[in-house]
């Protein structure tokens, strides 16, 4: 993940803080029942805003007006879509440089001119802080640091191909010159080990990497039958389980770089190799996608690679108990997570017809704002018994959350 200048505020509650949100909470209305609230425009025209704020599909370029270069936004659905919330910036690692005035985009485009642009008064509001021209990459975050859309000179994904595995792997930006090596290859064991170097430095290999890769490698991914004991997280695809071992941080420089490079040199390839696992998938296939459907609710969420086995428990008609497991774990829900949900609950998904406050995880849908909590605690809640730990439980929280991001009605 990049490192924010604005990171979003973790959102904790106790029991006492849950019961008063509870109160402001109605009965679910079905979504497809609701009725269209219209949104004030610049020009003072009106939208019918009746689905999900799904900014994810907006679109962001760069084109020339007037011989100066603008941002252009653009909306390819036919779903009116509202800009709360969300910033414009020409630098990945500080996301919230510019925030755009809550409007709505429906089928046209609209038009942000840079910093250094004489714009008229009715301009201005559209303006950001930052010269567009000669920018490499221009981003769209949302509130919570999520990049939903970008323009760049070159956004090809880069892949790294295994055709000895018949796998795949999606090569993140955050590193460059991606090497591996097999060791103990079969057809149904092995493992490949990995370095990589941070992108944008100047470290070099050091000379004998090719004939001693492993020795310098922190990071592999394994192959097994079963899911193996030491795994951190595993994903399984046909009849084989691809696992790996991530600890938080290296401790100790390997000397993959030399004296061209240092141990957070290595950190970050490490970090990067860890995301670049994640994307894994067979060759010439694309990821299934699983959902959760609340029908209650009218909605669904799909499941994100991270947790398995979703469970949900919902009280009081606007409040859903959530739990799964961490993907690659070993572990069993308690005995009592059936019988005493909120005794286990660490994430809580609600919604309400009150706007929540700033800053928190939250998407509208309708006339409803659908919300997370999650328990700020030290120790484990037990949702997994005697066989899970706190790590996992914190597994779970943030692959919940990940989950949540996904909401959208019921088709």
Known sequence: MRKLKKPPKRITATLTTLALLLSMATVPIPVTALDPEPFSTPDSQSANFTAFNASDNLNIDVVKVGGADVIKISNPTNTAISTKGLYI???SNDPFKWQMPAIIIRDEEVIVRSDNDSATPAHKRMQVNFNISGAESIYLFDALGNRIAEWGHSLEKE???????????????KITDVRYKIIGNSQTGGSIFF??????????????LEENLNQYAANFVTRSTTHLFFFSESVKIVD??????IAEALTNYSGVYGDTGNLDDENIAYRGITEMYRTIRAIGT??????L??????????IPNTVTDVRYFIVNNSTAYMFAKPVGANVEYANGLETNPLGYTVVYFNFTTQEPPEGWLFRRIGDNYFFVLDVDYSFPMGVFGDTGSLEYERMMAEGLKDMFRTIQPIE
């Open 240 to 245: 084989l389980y691809y696992g790996i071992t």
């Open 195 to 208: 370095v990589a170097k941070p992108a944008n430095s100047n470290v070099e290999y050091v000379e004998d």
């Open 89 to 91: 910036t020409n630098d």
């Open 293 to 302: 459907i609340i029908e209650e609710w009218g909605v669904k969420f799909e």
């Open 286 to 291: 694309q990821p299934q996608k699983e959902y």
């Open 159 to 173: 892949y790294l191909i295994i055709p000895e595995w018949g796998v795949k792997f999606e090569i993140p930006d």
